[in-house]
């Protein structure tokens, strides 16, 4: 088992900056790849990005690439994502998960956070 618990989230307006983490522990998490996904109001929730097991492939959709940087620190066992320019539409509920590669970008997971809310005003 994974346990994951995501901060950092609030409350930005348009073109400001947030940073995300998500505190990893359990059975052998750092082998994990990680990611993050978001489920605006109203919407199904997708994936936004993932990071491999030692971070050196990341995979972003087109929406938040050039805006958004996920990374890791398996010394600390910890997820990151920095999101900059923010825009309204990134407005959601963003969530850490883990599992394999395939199937983080494949927009599922079996091991999920609680959530953290972003809310981006214009």
């Known amino acids: 088992q994974v346990q994951l618990v995501e901060s950092g989230g609030g409350l930005v307006q348009a073109g400001g900056s947030l940073r995300l983490s998500c505190a990893a522990s359990g059975r052998t998490s750092r082998t994990y790849a990680m990611g993050w996904f978001r489920q605006a109001p109203g919407k199904e929730r997708e994936f936004a990005a993932a990071i491999s097991p030692y971070g050196s492939v990341t995979r972003y959709v087109d929406s938040v690439k050039g805006r958004f940087t996920i990374s890791r620190d398996n010394a600390k066992n910890t997820l990151y994502l920095q999101m900059n320019s923010l825009k309204p539409e990134d407005t959601a509920v963003y969530y850490c998960?883990?599992?394999?590669?395939?199937?983080?970008?494949?927009?599922?997971?079996?091991?999920w956070g609680q959530g953290t809310q972003v809310t981006v005003s214009s």
């Open positions: 998960a883990a599992d394999s590669w395939d199937t983080l970008v494949a927009g599922t997971s079996d091991y």
